[in-house]
Every structure is written in structure tokens, then in C-alpha cells.
């Protein structure tokens, strides 16, 4: 309607939104999916439990637990609903372990499959904490008589437990977030049951509206040691816009988290990896994150063929001593060798220069693609009139769409831009995002996963993140690498095709 001054948020794309479905990464089947929950590796299998409204519009309410089982975190295959809403509420967030000595008495005696889910059950004026256990290998789940809340301080605002064992103090230890008055508080419980208040953080760091699916976690140093790492998502009032999230590093000593001194990190700088969680019954030095590729500015409105919502990849955590002296959080995608098939490689010269750029890469259309690519940066000259040498990725098709990936060498940034893609508009899916790498770096080392509707990009072996939604209208066929200015001496170019893991029709 011209003249109108609603603008729609969603432009139907005409070629359809079947090249939005991720081929790799878990998205329902249909229905809203936000954060993960209860993640665990139960020695064989990995359980992905997340927040799910079945409903045929594909928006968020009614939560109740979806569910999907995967041998290697790809190829997962839908289980029934885990967790349903009830009378008590509806089953927001939370976590799943295995109580393999049976703490809790609640099982018929020690087992490596007593599976336990903690979580809080929302009702209008009233979030508590609830704990459920599933006799059939986390299939499904039994609030037990007389239990529950197994936790409840009398509060609207108080949500996401995330527990687990704490070998030094020999008992089971949850954080959980008081949400709009930003604290996350500590419990200390020896069976799960009673929960004894231990410490609080916060407000720290980025505040927010509310504070929301806290993590506590130790982690590997490269090079050797280890430090806690506690992450924050904040919603909305991340700096991105909308939903993001922070970690803080420093010291856990079975009651308190004490900050060092090096303040808050951003665990990624694009605007759609939220509400992160850290897989249960893993060892150290494989721990493992999942986060939700969405923000919820805009996640209710994207583009949507009866489903919403897409996890990201599985990625390793680890912490690495950065320029500042300070520690950064690590993030590798994890199990991806196994998934790679090499797209002929281009024939390149070592060395790309202005006027020869490396156009017409042809992409697969019906597979998620990988880029890892390294170039130099000695010969991307920071200029001298403020406008140095820029390094393009260009992912285009022949409607015209452009998704941009680049570096700008006198900056020092990275940015990306989804703008000239035309499958959604909305007036928070901002177009561009940029990060800072550190300043002395003499090589720029990218890893870019395109998968449908998601663009995963890491930077320097691991060490910054940007993750991204992307809605093109069409296929995105055809990648072209060319500089502005200065020369990049390349020292690796990718470009992979990545097996489907989809276990569905
Ligand atoms: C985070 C969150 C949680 C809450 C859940 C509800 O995205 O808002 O705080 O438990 O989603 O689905």
C-alpha cells in the first residue's frame, strides 16, 4: 500500500524459504525453538533439550522441553517432548545431569542413566526452580510427589538454574539468575533437593533489562592451567542490540566466583548467538558449547515455513592469553573434518591485487559451505590518508544479493554485512556488524559456515566470533574474494562443502 507508513518486516521470498533450512545445524521440524537446555553427554549419547513451542504459527509461549539424541552433536533425530507445561507452569530453562550415584535417593540405587532435568516453571508472578527425573534414558520426565519447587525465594524474576558437580567440595553447586535486579546467585546442595544459599555476583558487567541463562565452567588454558569462566546473557541491552552475551574470568571456590581483574568479554560479536549453554558430563579439556542463533529483537518475525530457530554448531571452549595479558575465551566448531568435501580448488595465485579479483566460485546450493582462509597482512598496507587495504569475501547470486565479509587492515576490523540480502527486513535486523582483532597481528585467519539461514564466522584460530542470521531470497551461488587496495598474500583458501547431517525427509 503506498503511502502506508507500516513498513512489512517480512518480504515473501519468491523463491521460496526451502534454502533457509539449515542442513547441518539442529532446527525443529516445525514449531519455535529458543535456548538450549540440557545439554549432556550421557556416555553415549548427546541430549539436546531445548525451549520449544510446538504451535503451527512458530512463536514463542506455551514452553515446553523439545528434544533430539545424536551420537556425534550432527546428526540428531527427534525425540518426544521431554518436559510439558502444567498447571505449575510453563518449563523454561534449565539443565540436565546424571545423579550417578544417586544423591537424590529419587532412583532405585547408583546408574550411569539417572537422568535428572532442573529448570523453572513460569507462571504469571512466579518463576521457580523444579527438578524432574526421567527413568528411560532422558526420554521422558516425572516431577516426583512432595519435591518440588525444589527451590523457590518467592520472586517473578528468578530463572535458568545450571548445575553441576563440584569435586573439591564434594557437592553440587547451581547458578541461576536473579534476572532484572542482575545478580546471578550461588546454591550448594548435597542431594540435590535442599538447596543452601552460597554467594551472589552482580551487577556486573553489562546489566541489560534482565540477566538470563548463567554458566559457570572451568576451563583449559593453552600452554597449560586453568581458570573459571562464568557467562551472562543479557536481553535486550546487549551492545549489538538486542540479545548477547558476556563471560568473566577468575577464581570458583566451591561458593564464590571472584572476577579478575580484566573485566567483561563479549563471547560474540554478531547479533545472534544467544543464551549459550555448556554440555554436562563432558571432561575439561573437550568442553563444549551450543548457543541459539537468535535475538529477540526479531527472532518471532523472521522469515518462516512453520518453524523458527537454529542452534549453532557445537564449538570446543578454551581460554588463550591474549594481547591485553588477559584471557579470551576460545570457541573451535567442533567434529567438522569428518563433514568435509572439497569444492575444486580455485586456482589461485598466491597473491590477490585490485584489478584481479577471484570472481565466479561457484557454491553448492543444496549444501552448507565452509571458507577457511588466511591471508597476510604485511601487504595490506594501513594507509596513510585513513583508508588502508580491505580484504572482500562477497557471497552473492544473480538477483543481486550480496552478503559482505571483510577486513579492513587499517582499523584492524572485521565486519559483515547482510544488508543487500532481501528475504527480511525489520527494524532492528541491523545490516552491518564489525570487530576489532587485536592490533598486532601479522596474519588474519578466518573460518565462515554458511548454512541456510546462518552465517557462523570465527576469527583467529578461535578467538572472536561473530554469528549472524542471513535471509537472501534466493540461493547465494557465487563467492568472489578481491582486495580494495594493497595486496593480501594468501597463505590458505578452503572452500569446503559440508555433508548434510539431516536425519530428516
Ligand atoms: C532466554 C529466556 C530464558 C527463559 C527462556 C524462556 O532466551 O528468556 O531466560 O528461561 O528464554 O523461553
Not at 532405585?108 to 523444579?130: F, L, S
Not at 553489562?206 to 588454558?221: A, K, T
Request: overall charge negative; hydrophobic content about 40%; proline content about 7%.
Amino acid at each position: 500500500m503506498s503511502g502506508s507508513p507500516i513498513r512489512p518486516t517480512t518480504h515473501v521470498a519468491r523463491h521460496g524459504l526451502g534454502h533457509l533450512r539449515p542442513k547441518l545445524h539442529f532446527s525443529p521440524s516445525a514449531g519455535f525453538m529458543n535456548d538450549p537446555n540440557g545439554l549432556l553427554h550421557d556416555g553415549e549419547r548427546y541430549h539436546l533439550y531445548y525451549q520449544f513451542a510446538p504451535g503451527p504459527l512458530a512463536v514463542h509461549g506455551h514452553i515446553c522441553w523439545g528434544h533430539a539424541l545424536a551420537e556425534d552433536l550432527y546428526h540428531w533425530h527427534d525425540a518426544p517432548t521431554a518436559i510439558r507445561e502444567t498447571a505449575d507452569g510453563q518449563a523454561f530453562s534449565g539443565c540436565a545431569l546424571i545423579d550417578h550415584r544417586n544423591d537424590s535417593g529419587l532412583f532405585a540405587g547408583p546408574g550411569p542413566q539417572n537422568i535428572v532435568a532442573i529448570y523453572t516453571r513460569h507462571r504469571e508472578g512466579r518463576q521457580n526452580q523444579w527438578l524432574a527425573i526421567s527413568h528411560d534414558g532422558g526420554l521422558d520426565f516425572e516431577e516426583p510427589a512432595g519435591i518440588n519447587p525444589v527451590l523457590d525465594i518467592d520472586s517473578d524474576s528468578f530463572r535458568d538454574p545450571k548445575v553441576f558437580f563440584h569435586a573439591p567440595s564434594g557437592r553440587w553447586i547451581m547458578v541461576v539468575a536473579l534476572a532484572r535486579t542482575h545478580r546471578i546467585a550461588f546454591y550448594g546442595s548435597s542431594d540435590l533437593l535442599h538447596w543452601q544459599a552460597l554467594s551472589e555476583f552482580g551487577p556486573e558487567g553489562m546489566l541489560g533489562i534482565d540477566y538470563e541463562c548463567p554458566n559457570l565452567v572451568e576451563l583449559d588454558i593453552e600452554g597449560g592451567g586453568r581458570r573459571w569462566v562464568l557467562i551472562i546473557s543479557i536481553n535486550p541491552g546487549a551492545p549489538q542490540g538486542g540479545s548477547g552475551s558476556q563471560y568473566f574470568v577468575g577464581d570458583f571456590d566451591g561458593e564464590r566466583f571472584v572476577p579478575d581483574p580484566q573485566g567483561l568479554r563479549l563471547l560474540d560479536a554478531g547479533k545472534d548467538n544467544y543464551a549459550i549453554q555448556v554440555v554436562e558430563g563432558l571432561p575439561t579439556e573437550q568442553a563444549t558449547g551450543i548457543g541459539w542463533l537468535g535475538n529477540w529483537q526479531y527472532c518471532q518475525e523472521v522469515p518462516s515455513e512453520g518453524w523458527r530457530g537454529v542452534m549453532t554448531l557445537p564449538r570446543r571452549l578454551g581460554l588463550r592469553r591474549d594481547w591485553m595479558g588477559g584471557l579470551s575465551l576460545i570457541q573451535h566448531v567442533r567434529g567438522l573434518e569428518a563433514l568435509r568435501a572439497p569444492i575444486a580448488r580455485p586456482g589461485i595465485d598466491a597473491t590477490l591485487v585490485p584489478d584481479q579479483p577471484l570472481t565466479d566460485l561457484a557454491l553448492p546450493v543444496d549444501a552448507a559451505v565452509e571458507l577457511r582462509l588466511r591471508f597476510d597482512l604485511e601487504s595490506l598496507p594501513t594507509a596513510p590518508a585513513g583508508r588502508g587495504g580491505r580484504l572482500v569475501l562477497c557471497f552473492g547470486n544473480a538477483q543481486g544479493e550480496r552478503l559482505e565479509i571483510g577486513y579492513d587492515a587499517a582499523s584492524h576490523q572485521l565486519w559483515t554485512d547482510r544488508g543487500e540480502l532481501q528475504g527480511f527486513s525489520h527494524p532492528f535486523f541491523s545490516q552491518r556488524g564489525a570487530i576489532a582483532l587485536g592490533p598486532d597481528r601479522r596474519e588474519v585467519q578466518l573460518q565462515l559456515i554458511i548454512d541456510g539461514c546462518s552465517l557462523e564466522l570465527l576469527a583467529q584460530d578461535g578467538e572472536y566470533s561473530m554469528s549472524s542470521m542471513i535471509y537472501p531470497a534466493a540461493p547465494l551461488d557465487r563467492l568472489a574474494i578481491y582486495v580494495e587496495a594493497g595486496q593480501a598474500r594468501l597463505g590458505q583458501l578452503e572452500l569446503n562443502r559440508l555433508q548434510s547431517t539431516l536425519t530428516r525427509a
